[in-house]
């Protein structure tokens, strides 16, 4: 799996980012859609070297709110009809209240259900946070509103470069969907991490239901 998902997969069930990876209690029926998106980042070492890496994924969501997003590595992207081939399927069932992971490579599939109580959370937030609204526009013919986070963390000595990381969203107010994420982070090697992940394109039809349920050859592991 790409270095991409160190922002997108921060959840404790392993689910692929923070930004698209939606909390299994999330419920927005009568919305669906299917989309193809782009997820391109870098990575600067501490030896200064920069290494580029890319993602592809497809979301779903469909009329009963479920979601699926399929991740595909780069090196599943060296096809000829360029389809995406997911190594991993991240299913949400927010009215069963689960979350499920689908391996295609070996026909698995873990499956978390969660009693009612407190949403899980991806961890405590610590440092300084500040908020900025961006506005609204266009992107790839889809309105957006943004919205900036900037979080600084002060480093463990009180005397070194502080961490700080950047996360600017730009959200569909209608269709309730991140369309574009960017985000930054710099620490005191130095290094500093780039990403960015948007909708390259849009389809507003129904997904088939069977994309969201387990295949009937597959094994099943609950937790």
Known sequence: MGTLWFWV????????????C??????????????????????????????????????????????RIENCASHNLNRGDDRCQPDVVNLYIPLRRQFIQLFPGRKTASVMTWSEGPVPTHGQNVGKTTMERLGGRVINGIYAEGTRITTVIPSDTG????????????VSPHLKLIVLHKGTSTNTNPSNNETTTEIRELDRSEPDASLFEIPADYKIERR
């Open 22 to 67: 939606q909390d299994p209690h999330d419920y927005v029926p009568n919305l669906p859609y299917t989309a193809q998106v782009v997820g391109r980042g870098f990575e600067t070492l501490v030896d200064g070297s920069r290494v580029r890496y890319e993602d592809r994924l497809v979301w779903m969501r469909d009329s009963q709110g479920r979601t």
């Open 159 to 170: 005397r070194g470069v502080d961490i700080v990381y950047v996360s600017e969203d730009w």
């Open 9 to 20: 997969l921060l959840a404790a069930v392993a689910c692929p980012s923070p930004v698209f």
